[in-house]
């Protein structure tokens, strides 16, 4: 057996570096052969993992970096398994597997070695782990940049949420069929969500299941305080059942077409996505993650 460890060169070089004695101590007794790899500006993950198929993958980066791998994970027709060490910022994909920053319970994670098969979202051709959207605050993540995360943490993100303000007034008309239900209106908000934690909040679909075949659609109409105040009030709760109450609609999918003739800027995992229209299906266990 053989065994990658790919490490984000900006993201995980510092504490998961200290700890790859430990690392290779573990898989050398597992009997794997083992490679190491640190992205750079011209080599980013999805170009790395691409070049040849090995049996494990352990990722050290944020939640953008362990998107690339899935993406080149998901062209091999014998998925292989995939550990992720979250030391991103926010980690959300991390937080939703029940994986920490503390590396010495990752450590427990990879000697145990216990495999969960979980979906991916697939929007436009390209795979997505946990969150695919569009509105204010969703290009927060990306439009941050690695100086202001280093040096301030999550409070970069915040400082530049205020930057983001003024697209609460905009709106777009969007025609939204969800498995087969037609669904026009004006929105200013699609988040499309596999996961348990977004944006740093750890129970925003507190009762969401990564492996059920199913995504979450949440849409929000023309945005006030009010609106945006009771979107995260109905969805916080653990809505197991479709909703549509004012102007927060709540579906559970497994495909989903959403068409507009607005540019809209769309985010997938924190990263810059694909821009206006888009067609989504879930793609049932598609990743072999080790988890707790």
Known sequence: MNALIIINSKKGKSTFSNHLYDICHIL??????????????????????????????????????????????????????????????????????????????????????????????????????????????????????????????????????????????????????????KISGEFTYALIINSVSVAGFRKFLKNDKMDDGLFNLILVGKSSAKTLTQAISLISKGFDKNFSEDSVIYRKFKKLSIQTDDDIQWTLDGEKGPIGSVEIEVIPKNLRMLVP
Not at 51 to 62: E, T, W
Not at 71 to 86: L, W
Not at 151 to 175: C, Q, R, T, V, W
């Open 28 to 181: 050398t007794r597992k009997e794997y052969e083992i490679s190491i790899k640190l992205t750079s500006k011209e080599i980013n993950a999805y170009d790395i993992v691409i070049q040849k198929r090995y049996d494990l993958y352990i990722v050290a980066g944020g939640d953008g970096t362990i998107n690339e791998v899935v993406n080149a994970v998901s062209t091999y027709e014998d998925k292989p398994d995939v550990m992720y060490f979250p030391t991103g910022t926010v980690n959300d994909f991390g937080n939703s597997l029940g994986l920490q920053t503390i590396i010495q319970r990752q450590l427990v994670v990879l000697r145990r070695h216990k495999v969960k098969e979980i979906d991916s979202g697939l929007v436009n051709g390209k795979y997505f782990n946990y969150v695919c959207g569009f509105g204010p605050f969703t290009r927060t993540s990306y439009i941050t940049t690695h100086y202001e995360k280093n040096k301030y943490g999550k409070l970069a993100y915040i400082k530049n949420m205020f930057d983001e303000i003024p697209e609460l007034l905009n709106s777009y008309h969007m025609d939204v069929i969800v498995d087969g239900e």
